[in-house]
């Protein structure tokens, strides 16, 4: 099973990149099963009804999504009705659409997604380590396959999310930060981790936003309205190979296209 991974879709040149890369990727590079966080693909903060069709339509295969979720009320039937969308688990009820769910691929083959949200530097949300251990135990045994995107500011909550899920599921990565970390690797019990994904966007930018709108605010202290970025979209994920009869972790690599040079090793 080889899945790729990919980090918070920031608007159109996200979309845009996406949409012109991920038909070809999944035939190049012989992916069976593409994450994308989309929570911020309309406009680089929430997302759409529209800006989901253009993933799905891009052949994203599950999008989670995060705090700025819940920014587009019009979106929120859509959560209730496309499978394909995920919001955290652990917001409370009654929160619309779903927070994990298991597709099923053409020869068979059972994956398992959670979206979670961490409680750090965040809003007060129920334990994401307790939503967590109930979505494993709710698993048949046959489901091997078993994804979480966490949805977290703290790379210190990440780290102890992959490690207190080690050798229960076959990866843990996280989004939110927009920033591709270097910590690609395969945890001691054989599960895949990466503390944040990136984002699929302007990478050379603030986060998505334009340098010349954010930085009003670092000087000033005082709230200043963001831009969005112009410039050449670039795709941050985390492409993994796993075990076709454990589900673990074989091999894991940060992928990167369209970024500047950055030099990848495979760990397996």
């Excluded at 895949?192 to 954010?214: I, P």
């Excluded at 972790?249 to 495979?266: K, M």
């Amino acid at each position: 099973m080889r899945v790729l991974a990919l980090g918070d879709v920031c608007g159109s040149i996200g979309r845009q990149a996406l949409k012109n890369r991920i038909p070809y990727l999944k035939e190049e590079l012989q992916i069976d099963f593409i994450i994308a966080n989309g929570e911020n693909s309309a406009g680089g903060v929430g997302m759409t009804s529209s800006t989901i069709n253009e993933l799905l339509n891009a052949k994203i295969d599950c999008i989670t999504g995060g705090n700025h979720s819940w920014r587009n009320q019009e979106v929120y039937t859509k959560f209730d009705t496309e499978e394909r969308v995920l919001r955290p688990q652990n917001f409370p009820s009654p929160a619309p659409g779903r927070g994990a769910n298991i597709y099923t691929l053409a020869d068979g083959r059972k994956i398992a997604v959670l979206n979670i949200q961490g409680t750090t530097f965040m809003e007060s949300l129920p334990c994401p380590f307790q939503t967590a251990f109930d979505f494993v135990s709710s698993l048949d045994d046959e489901i091997i396959f078993r994804f979480v995107d966490f949805h977290a500011e703290a790379t210190s909550e990440k780290k102890a999310m992959g490690y207190a899920l080690d050798g229960k599921v076959s990866a843990v990565f996280g989004t939110h930060t927009h920033v591709q970390t270097a910590d690609a690797q395969i945890l001691p019990h054989g599960t895949a981790y990466l503390t944040d994904l990136g984002m699929c966007g302007v990478e050379q930018s603030c986060l998505g936003m334009s340098f010349e709108s954010v930085l009003p605010r670092f000087l000033t202290k005082r709230p200043s309205s963001f831009k969005k970025a112009t410039g050449q979209g670039a795709l941050n994920g985390f492409l993994m190979d796993l075990d076709d009869s454990t589900g673990k972790a074989l091999s894991v690599q940060l992928f990167r296209e369209n970024a500047p040079r950055t030099q990848v090793t495979i760990i397996e």
